[in-house]
């Protein structure tokens, strides 16, 4: 639904510079901002938890990414989205930079610097290295998994690594019906785990209405 939105806002641009070829920087930079504005796209008030600001400054990426915006500009929009606690910081990074020009690769290093420090990647490994299914769903566990993998790793590891370590994190009850296969990516384990989770349900369901049936 967004990437359709952006779509026909950026088609209704590329209309407007054919028939304005000549256009001012400066519109074009205000179009990108209500633009992102019109799509919905949040403001960051600096919130300490690691995992909304990394998701954050992805997304803000993404929106980059599929508008086209031009490098000088992404920096100037990324400021235009801090508030509150979020622009306290930034207004003290800059003086930093008094004789220097600060990059849209700048504000990225600083922020994950403020808001993804090494303690917080510490902290993040540690609990993905002790994940495990538990009481979770297959699908809730895959979430997890996946969102501390995409975090920590960023698609720098290895995918029969990580097949193995979800693999080896699946309660021991759905572990013992998917050995002796050798599983080359996470969407093969979690697919086949889910199957084995439907089937033990349904075989829970099948004992209990048995028992429902003998005769007292």
């Known amino acids: 639904m967004v990437q359709e939105l952006l779509s026909h806002m950026i088609q209704q641009q590329q209309q407007s510079q054919t028939n304005h070829p000549v256009e001012d920087p400066s519109d074009h930079f205000l179009w990108l901002v209500m633009m992102m504005r019109n799509l919905g796209f949040r403001k960051f008030k600096g919130d300490p938890n690691t995992v909304l600001a990394d998701a954050w400054l992805k997304e803000l990426e993404t929106n980059f990414e599929l508008s086209r915006c031009p490098e000088e500009f992404r920096r100037p929009i990324a400021v235009n989205f801090l508030e509150e606690d979020a622009r306290a910081w930034w207004d003290s990074v800059v003086p930093r930079y008094r004789y220097q020009s600060i990059s849209w690769e700048t504000f990225k290093r600083e922020f994950g610097q403020k808001y993804f420090p090494p303690e917080s990647r510490d902290r993040l490994e540690n609990q993905f290295l002790r994940l495990e299914q538990g009481p979770k769903s297959v699908r809730a566990y895959g979430r997890i998994f996946t969102r501390l993998r995409r975090y920590l790793y960023q698609g720098n590891d290895d995918e029969l690594a ?51 049936e003998e005769p007292v």
């Open 162 to 212: 990580m097949a193995r370590r979800f693999f080896n994190g699946l309660r021991p009850n759905i572990k013992a019906r998917l050995h002796g296969v050798t599983y080359k990516s996470i969407a093969e384990v979690e697919e086949r785990a889910v199957s084995v989770e439907e089937a033990i349900e349904m075989e829970k369901g099948v004992v209990t209405q048995e028992k429902k």
